[in-house]
């Protein structure tokens, strides 16, 4: 088959790996970290890009995302078949199954999630986003202003004392996926996590439903959607469904 690949710069690494190791032809195309911040705005691109596949361009069109605040629900297929993980966030990628998204999400929903790719092409250098969360997007603007303002050590402080880290989080992970070096990741993470009196974890990542979307080995973790159908969100452990 030729794919083509649509999928957020946090995972790279990932796609350009698992497509160097596909049976199948896989073009890639990165959107910018920061843009799901967004949705409609970042769902608008996509169907952008969708749309712009031409007749029999490609097999399939293979997403490297998952719901990511519903940015990817409404994307609808045209001429090519469009294929998504069943997926939260990005998150549920790293991890490789919903059923480790959610585990982890039941235990510990104070969780900052630090992985390489994600933190190295941050579009805002200096500052700490959250990665997954549902609730860390307003503190993450509110530190990137004080940042702005009155510069890191003066935002940490903030913030602290504020009490607005420690109300939502109290563990930092670092996502080990094994693919490039992210020792000065996994650093920033245990500072990160002792500076603020947070537990830290180095976490084993798991790849899986990457490799098997660039695979072409779309099983039920996946939805495929034939041309006319749309991605629409499902109120279950399904995430993800056509409609």
Same mark, same amino acid.
């Given at each position: =088959?030729?794919?083509?690949? &649509?999928?957020?710069?946090? &995972? ?8 160097? #190791?596909?049976?199948? /032809?896989?073009? /890639? ?20 890009? $969708? +749309?712009? !596949?031409? #007749?029999?361009?490609?097999?399939? $069109? !293979? =997403?490297?995302? %998952? ?7 409404? &994307?609808?297929?045209?001429? *090519? ?11 549920? &990628? ?13 235990? #510990? ?9 994600? $933190? ?14 549902? *609730?860390?997007?307003? /503190? ?29 989080? +109290? ?8 693919? %490039? +070096?992210?020792?000065?990741?996994? *650093?920033? *993470? ?12 180095? =976490?084993? %990542? +798991?790849?899986?439903? $990457? ?11 996946? !939805? /495929? ?7 629409? =969100? ?10």
């Amino acid at each position: =088959m030729k794919l083509k690949c &649509l999928a957020c710069e946090a &995972l790279a690494r990932l796609v350009y790996l698992y497509a160097a #190791h596909s049976p199948h /032809i896989v073009d /890639i195309e990165l959107f910018q970290l920061g843009w799901h911040n967004d949705p409609s705005d970042l769902r608008a691109r996509l169907q952008a890009r $969708i +749309d712009a !596949v031409g #007749h029999d361009e490609y097999d399939a $069109i !293979v =997403m490297a995302y %998952g719901l990511c605040g519903q940015a990817t629900a409404g &994307l609808v297929a045209r001429d *090519t078949p469009i294929v998504i993980p069943r997926a939260h966030d990005c998150i549920t &990628l790293f991890l490789g199954s919903r059923e480790r998204y959610t585990a982890e999400s039941t235990a #510990h929903p104070g969780t900052y999630w630090y992985v390489q790719d994600y $933190i190295e092409r941050n579009p805002k250098p200096g500052t700490t986003l959250s990665l997954g969360s549902g *609730t860390g997007d307003e /503190i993450g603007e509110l530190y990137a202003e004080y940042v702005k303002k009155y510069g890191q050590d003066n935002a940490d402080y903030l913030i602290e004392v504020m009490g607005a880290w420690q109300q939502h989080y +109290d563990r930092a992970v670092y996502i080990d996926l094994g693919v %490039g +070096d992210g020792a000065g990741v996994e *650093t920033q *993470t245990r500072e990160t996590a002792a500076r603020r009196g947070w537990t830290f974890e180095r =976490m084993p %990542g +798991d790849p899986a439903l $990457i490799r098997q979307l660039l695979q072409g080995d779309w099983n039920n973790d996946f !939805v /495929i959607l034939s041309p006319g159908k749309q991605i629409v =969100m499902s109120y279950d452990q399904e995430v993800l469904n056509s409609g």
